[in-house]
């Protein structure tokens, strides 16, 4: 039994405390979120529509908050989809399909000349880099070559996830390449703690911090469908989801010691290319595919716990709307979760990669139902400040600061987000 454990009675494990120290967490400011002054943004982004992932949710999120605040805005993106978004105009840029198990996300090509040409159209206040890699990384060299600020965003372990294809090798070239582009930024922007200590300790200057916002009102605690929940076999099993992409680097390996848990239905929402083998290994397992919108926020409010087992999270998208919908979580103590799961108040942390130890945590909040309650009383609030509205003016300070355009944090709060 882990030295981070005490035994309350045989076959009983409580946490008491996370598997090793953490780093602080993000304080959202909750006042003095006033309208920053009119700012043109050019958004170029390594994803985008129809591509679903991290990357594209958080553009998607973004785009109709700016324009209801009344900036201006172009997106640059790879390959083909909508010309529009949120009124904005989309750019479509030649793109080439990635390979392997990623061959439906299209790699924007390193056009510089004609994204020089659109941002020199446009006259941009600030250039945003989202996830910055191939087409960001030229977004970057046209922004210097007009003299326009640019502010980049690190969203993408690339390296982790090349660690799980067999592709570890590569690290030390990926990483090189990624400090080189932002290099090409005037700021890094990193969604928690434990990535700007990560990005700190491999050489990545000028970092700031900036975490995702979630969309409160499509992941209420109001949306669970008892009825949905009785088709899962709710309540004579406990519902313990995973959401998200089905594949290797989100370490879905760990699941099926979930789903072996008696009284536990493992209920998996999401498809990826490591699906078939989960299916095979999850035989009671309940699939229900991808899913979005309100049907994503039905999903996910109809758990009972939400277990995230990645070790390679910059932030973790589907941690946090679990919490908006009042789940407790059961995560990896490693990346993006370090912030948002508070050990032993909205969920727990585990060791990562231990498919034991992610078990005795499922299988504790299974059996002490009182406990599991009061994680799920805890957990909407822990969130309540991160709407999408909330983390854009954020982030709107940044890019204003960037461009030399009127702060509006004060000084001293400017100061902690940046240390």
Sequence with gaps: MSAHAARREPGHVLFTDPPYDLPWQITVP?????????????????SYEPTVNGVTGSVRHLLPELAALGHDVVVLAPGRGPTVSAGFPVVRLPALSAPAVYRSVPIGLPMTRRIEAVLREFEPDVVHLAAPTVLGAAGAVAARRIGVP???????????????????????????????????????LVPSPATRAMLRARGFGRLAMWPRGVDLDQFPPSR??????????????????????????????????????????????????AHPWLRRRTP????????????????????????????????????QEALAAGVPVVAAAAGGPLDLVRHGHNGLLVTPGSARQLALAVGELTRRRELRRTLASRARPSVADRSWRTVTLMLLDHLADAAGLPARLPADRARELAA
Excluded: M, N
Aim: charged share 20%; aromatic share 8%.
């Design 30 to 46: 909750t006042c003095g979120l006033e309208t920053v002054g009119y700012v043109r943004i050019a958004v170029i982004t390594e």
């Design 224 to 273: 669970r469908d008892e009825g949905l929940r009785r088709a899962l076999g709710a309540p004579d099993r406990v519902l313990v989801g995973y959401v998200g992409r089905v594949a290797a680097e989100k370490r879905i390996d760990l699941l099926p010691s979930v789903a072996a848990l008696p009284g536990v239905r493992l209920v998996v929402v999401g498809t990826g290319p």
């Design 284 to 319: 009671s397992a309940a699939h229900l595919g991808w899913r979005d919108g309100t049907a994503l926020g039905t999903a996910v409010s109809s758990l009972d716990v939400l277990v995230a087992p990645g070790a390679d999270e910059t932030f973790c998208q589907s941690v």
């Design 150 to 188: 640019a502010v980049a965003v690190f969203q993408t372990d690339l390296a982790g996830f090349a660690r799980h294809y067999g592709l570890g090798w590569t690290g030390p070239a990926v990483w090189a390449w990624l400090r080189h582009v932002h290099t090409l930024a005037d700021r890094t």
